[in-house]
């Protein structure tokens, strides 16, 4: 049964970066049909896609959060990664890694999430 | 950036009931449209894909139909364990969207 498991500070600066990383299990970031995605939560609010990475590395990020995304991929460690640079209180919520199967689009399986913080 | 509605925003109805949510899409999907289901504390689980394909695991009671823009999810007979809250999600072209969401409560 294919696992993920998100890992990283859970209180981040303001305009400091926020780095989580998602280790898969049973299952291997290498698989061609397969993307991994991040997706957040805000306190009390709805979902919001931030990016997409394939096993060739290749992403797909929100336009919303501009530039500051950047998401890789470690097949050698079976793991992706989340930067989110110049942080602020908005950007405080639950993260979620996720796999994405490609056709048709949809996560089918979820992390259980990390509660990351933007204070001082 | 596709924007996605739902309706109603919250729900209250008995065990046994028939609900039903309706999700828009602000522009054709052509059916790449997906319905989560959430409850509190926990990552959203995946019930349906491609507007009406019922995931392995995911009771029959649960059902998804497209007409047009439109999109419904339909739960025929409500259980206890289906009051959560439940998103759709356009995955025709990124960004991936979501919608608002529906809470489903106990009436």
Redesign the interface.
Known sequence: QLQLQESGPGLVKPSQTLSLTCTVSGGSVGTITDYWGW?RQAPGK????IG?VWHSGQT?????LKSRVTISVDTSKNQFSLKLSSVTAADTGVY?C?KG?GD?????Y????TLVTVSS | ?IQMTQSPSSLSASVGDRVTITCRASQSIT??L?W?Q?KPG?????LV??ASTL?NGVPSRFNGRASGTNYTLTISSLQPEDFATY?C?Q?YT????????TSVDIK
Request: hydrophobic share 25%; net charge neutral; aromatic share 24%.
């Open positions: 997706i709805g979902l919001e896609w997409n797909y990020s929100n336009p919303s979620y996720a199967f048709p689009h949809y996560f089918d979820w992390g259980q999430g | 950036d059916r790449f997906n989560y959430q926990k990552a959203p689980k995946i894909s491609g995931q998103y999600q995955s990124t960004p991936f969207t979501f919608g608002p969401g």
